[in-house]
């Protein structure tokens, strides 16, 4: 005999907690199911233990999907200041750092344990530590074997994520599940990553360690924030950012001044003739940095020595350097996982699939995917919010 819910979801992440607890505190019979030994796991690792719970300035923009669209009905009806006042129901303190990223003055615990009250308040059955071992679909249930327990509703929620960082037990469950149920996977890749480097570039990774404040432009995107050398390529928020845009044979412009207007090394040179141009660049960037660009633009000597066209040649490769990234460092490091579920197939309402009643997606694992500083734990609160209303 199987036991009898409203509602199964699989995933005791963000979006697995946040839904559950919606939907039970409506009423629902929800059982919260995950292999994972604890509910939260990637929720507790983030923002470096203090947890970027969400981002002040999110925006459809700030999201890439195949269908850019998606994500607007969810997050207009679930904003920041929705997320922020459940917080400071929770008498968690919490600060906003830079760029409208806000953090627990605390600890990441502080989100988990929020969560897990409201899921209480809902009467959720949180069930962990085994594994899910066969779902199926028949006489409008759903019937979930976990462990040596079968369960049955009439509603399936996925919030299993994607496979981004695989130590924690991430996976592509979430792909398998959608595909026994007929519906299109957007290829995933891994996001949020750090880039590596060979060829002529390997030369950067003797400057492991050093970071500076860039322009980081990749196709159409462009960040402003640290890029960072690392002993395998490239790395830092700016570089992070531009990975989610990145494919295999484009290349990633980095702007090493971007507070210097166009014409400021000819200007350098009238003013100051006899400066030497690694010298002109330690004043913006660590002396290693500055030293590696002189060797590689190939500029020695006073400024005043070197032709106008030589600087200006020199200032366009310092504001727009290009690297040739030979891959990522894969979902090991990758903090979410672009592509998923894609959206086409469910309801940007609802969350639910159009062809398979009473089956959901919600988070990472749908073909939506947020920058970096809390924008994809917003999107899990927004898109389970969604779906726990409506089940």
């Not at 615990?109 to 530590?129: M, S």
């Not at 060979?198 to 322009?215: H, K, Y």
Request: aromatic letters at 8%.
């Amino acid at each position: 005999m199987s036991e009898a819910f409203d509602a199964i979801i699989l995933g005791v992440g963000a979006a697995g907690l946040m839904c559950a607890a919606v939907a039970g505190q409506r009423g629902r019979r929800v059982a919260l199911l995950d292999h994972a030994e604890a509910p939260g796991k990637k929720i507790l690792i983030s923002g470096g233990g203090r947890c970027n719970f969400t981002n002040l300035h999110t925006a459809p923009d700030r999201y890439l999907s195949a269908n850019p669209h998606f994500a607007k009905s969810a997050l207009s009806r679930y904003t920041p200041a929705d997320f922020l006042e459940l917080v400071e129901s929770h008498g968690v303190a919490w600060h906003e750092k830079t760029l409208g990223q806000l953090f627990c003055d605390g600890s990441a615990r502080q989100i988990v344990d929020l969560l897990l009250a409201e899921c209480a308040k809902g009467a959720v059955d949180l069930r962990c530590g085994e594994e899910v071992r066969e779902v199926a679909h028949a006489d409008g249930l759903y019937r979930v074997t976990h462990g040596a327990r079968t369960l049955a509703a009439r509603a399936l929620v996925i919030a299993t994520g994607g496979p981004s960082i695989p130590k924690m037990g991430a996976s592509g469950f979430a792909y398998d599940l959608a595909r026994q149920f007929g519906l299109k996977v957007v290829e995933p890749r891994p996001a949020l990553v750090p880039l590596t480097l060979g060829g002529e570039d390997v030369l950067f990774r003797e400057l492991s360690g050093v970071s500076a404040d860039v322009v980081a432009r990749c196709n159409k995107a462009a960040f402003r924030e640290a890029a960072l050398f690392t002993h395998k390529g490239l790395s830092g928020p700016a570089i992070l950012q531009v990975s989610s845009y990145w494919k295999r044979g484009d290349s990633v412009g980095i702007d090493f001044l971007p507070d210097r207007s166009e014409g400021w090394l000819i200007e350098t040179k009238r003013a100051q003739p006899r400066a030497r141009l690694k010298k002109v660049l330690g004043e913006a960037l660590s002396e290693r940095l500055a030293a590696r660009l002189c060797d590689l633009v190939g500029i020695d000597g006073e400024l005043g020595q070197l032709t106008d066209k030589a600087l200006r040649a020199a200032e366009a490769r310092l504001g727009d350097w290009r690297f040739m990234p030979n891959g990522s460092e894969g979902y090991a490091k990758a903090e979410v996982t672009a592509g998923g579920i894609s959206t086409a197939e469910l309801s940007s309402q609802t969350m639910q699939a159009r062809k398979v009643p009473g089956l959901y997606a919600i988070g990472e694992a749908v073909d939506v995917t947020g920058w970096l500083g809390g924008y994809n734990f917003q999107w899990a609160w927004a898109s389970a919010q969604a779906a726990g209303q409506a089940l």
